[in-house]
């Protein structure tokens, strides 16, 4: 539309009519404007703000054409040739062509696209839960025969999940219970090893993780690092930055952040080289061979993205762990205040752990954000401080009480503000008991190296008043000292 004017008592005043585009591409934005708006796209029907639940298991084809070349293999979306469009997720909601619920969805492609840009990573693929992510992540690049590397201390029900449900699928694991240890990693990693597993900060116990030490491992032996970043965040850290390649999310914790709903993600870094590391002896089938005739590789056809399309169309569309789309919605409304969470986690965090690590009825305070843990230079100085100088120590770690299993007890039994339950990453705060529930079924020697006692309890540091937290502490405390 062209500008007009008007005469005024000092000449023509030009209005200017013009529109400015929104903006869609989001790169290049800070990570708190990202969080808003990454992966919002304009509703031509109603104009809604707020991007909407698609409730639709299917979605109807223009007609045989168009039927044919979304189930051809070749393209999923509608505009085939926008400028800068290099994976499958830059193109906006409303731009993709899905087929089915199972392998994609309106609204929780909005999700994906956020995560995907406050990770830094080139694309995701939302599942139904953490343990799905994990799931599917991996088998993408393991089948029968094959064999993963994970670091000692991971969450309790991934190794379960390993020594369980992928043993019976012909799926090993060993642990490096010492990354610094060389002579650790040359005993474990085969030639069928497809992966090495790790967490960005452990729970229960805090026990941050080296990044880029086990990224320097991966690269001498041309392996995908696949990182659980639950308890970090992309607030906090970004494994992608520290050489890693692959992430996986518990959504159901920090990045939804209220406790209303079950989900996972898998986020592609895009920065893996599948076809070297094919060279070298790793074969990563589903994405570097074609899985019909006719029909090229996932890494000819989606490049930096052919892993994340490898996890959504030979995993998640296989197998079927589907994210809810209403979950999907409170995902990407979860994300759109994370930093602003996370900051308040972390503060509260640092108060309460330096407070309990002062109180005579406590043996042990595992947590990095204080200046006495061993991990406290790693996390305040390799993963960087932000601007109030706390590290990136995230708001979930362990405590031990004297008295042991019935210290425990005492101390469990007496909180009244936590939330006596499992699960992490809520607005409330919550406690568990390691030994008798996530780890019970292992044995004393591996919870012995894990570091896993009878007096340990796991706290998640909510959003109350830390004033109050601490007077629920103190209570708890006051029962464990009448013992």
């Known amino acids: 539309m062209m500008s007009s004017s008007t005469t005024g008592s000092t000449g023509p005043i030009r209005h200017d009519s013009t529109v400015a585009t929104p903006v869609y591409d989001w790169n290049g934005y800070g990570f708190d404007t990202r969080q808003v708006h990454a992966g919002e796209y304009h509703d031509k029907n109603n104009g809604l703000r707020v991007p909407p639940i698609a409730l639709s298991a299917g979605y109807l084809f223009d007609d045989f054409d168009d039927q044919v070349s979304r189930f051809d293999g070749s393209i999923h979306w509608r505009a085939e040739d926008l400028p800068g469009r290099e994976t499958p997720n830059s193109f906006s909601p409303s731009e993709r062509a899905p087929i089915y619920s199972r392998q994609g969805n309106p609204t929780n492609w909005v999700a994906e696209d956020r995560l995907a840009s406050l990770e830094g990573g080139v694309a995701s693929v939302a599942v139904a839960s953490g343990q799905a992510a994990i799931s599917a992540a991996l088998f993408a690049l393991a089948q029968h025969g094959d064999h993963i590397v994970s670091t000692g201390s991971i969450y309790g029900g991934t190794r379960i999940l390993f020594g369980r449900s992928f043993a019976r699928f012909g799926i090993t694991f060993d642990s490096v219970w010492d990354a610094a240890d060389d002579a650790e990693w040359e005993r474990v990693i085969r030639p069928n090893t497809k992966a090495i597993y790790t967490e960005t900060i452990p729970n229960p116990r805090n026990d941050i993780t080296d990044l880029r030490r086990i990224a320097e491992v991966a690269a001498r032996y041309h392996l995908p690092v696949v990182v659980d970043n639950t308890v970090g965040t992309p607030a906090l850290i970004r494994p992608f930055e520290h050489g890693c390649h692959i992430v996986v999310h518990s959504t159901t914790k920090f990045l939804t952040g209220h406790g209303a709903a079950v989900g996972g993600a898998v986020v592609d870094g895009g920065t893996f080289d599948w076809a070297a590391a094919e060279r070298a002896g790793r074969s990563f089938p589903l994405i570097t061979r074609s899985s019909r005739p006719n029909v090229a590789p996932m890494l000819e056809r989606f490049g930096a993205g052919a892993y994340a399309r490898a996890v959504r169309e030979s995993v998640v569309n296989d197998i079927g762990p589907t994210l809810s789309p209403l979950h999907g919605f409170l995902l990407h409304q979860g994300l759109e205040t994370l930093s602003l969470r996370m900051e308040r986690h972390v503060a509260s965090s640092i108060e309460i752990a330096a407070w309990l690590e002062k109180q005579p009825e406590v043996e042990s305070v595992d947590y990095a954000g204080l200046p006495s843990s061993p991990l406290h230079e790693l996390a305040v100085h390799d993963y960087g401080a932000d601007a109030q100088g706390r590290g990136r120590t995230g708001s979930v770690f362990g405590v031990t009480v004297h008295g042991g299993v019935e210290g425990a007890r005492a101390f469990f039994n007496g909180l009244r503000i936590f939330s006596r339950m499992t699960g992490i990453g809520d607005t409330r705060s919550m406690v568990l008991h390691p030994l008798s529930s996530t780890h019970g079924t292992f044995s004393p020697e591996i919870n012995a ?24 502490l103190r209570g708890a405390h006051d029962r464990v000292a009448a013992r």
């Open 449 to 472: 190296q894990l570091g896993v006692t009878p007096g340990l309890l796991r706290l998640s540091i909510g959003l109350e008043s830390v004033d109050d937290l601490i007077r629920d």
